[in-house]
Nanobody, 121 residues
Framework: VQLQASGGGLAQPGGSLRLSCAASFTLDHLAVGWFRQAPGKEREWVSCSSDSSIYYADSVKGRFTISRDKAKNTVSLQMDSLQPEDTAVYYC??????????????????WGQGTQVTVSS
């Protein structure tokens, strides 16, 4: 049972990257979240997607978009208008309880290994 985040890299300020989270189990009807951790800082929640809701942290609202591809069993994070403060290791996580919801305090019990995002000119 595992999650794998991919798609990180180097982007210029104002640029875009798209992260993808793939799983060895179905992500249907599960809450899936994206988190990030910058050097010297605590891990920060970025976004959550479930059947009933989508949420974004204020710091990324309007710039990041979370979406699902059921056919590929992936959850993606489209990151636009990137800024240097978005530099971090990004992780995806899933609450593997069937019907888990972002509205109900998901318990993320499966985590991917992280992918580095660096925003720099």
């Amino acid at each position: 049972v595992q999650l794998q985040a991919s798609g990180g890299g180097l982007a210029q300020p104002g640029g875009s990257l798209r992260l993808s989270c793939a799983a060895s189990f179905t992500l249907d009807h599960l809450a899936v979240g994206w988190f990030r951790q910058a050097p010297g800082k605590e891990r920060e929640w970025v976004s959550c997607s479930s059947d009933s809701s989508i949420y974004y942290a204020d710091s990324v609202k309007g710039r990041f978009t979370i979406s699902r591809d059921k056919a590929k069993n992936t959850v993606s994070l489209q990151m636009d208008s990137l800024q240097p403060e978005d530099t971090a290791v990004y992780y995806c996580a899933a609450d593997a309880r069937y019907g888990s919801s972002c509205d109900a305090g998901p318990s993320f019990n499966y985590w991917g290994q992280g992918t580095q995002v660096t925003v720099s000119s």
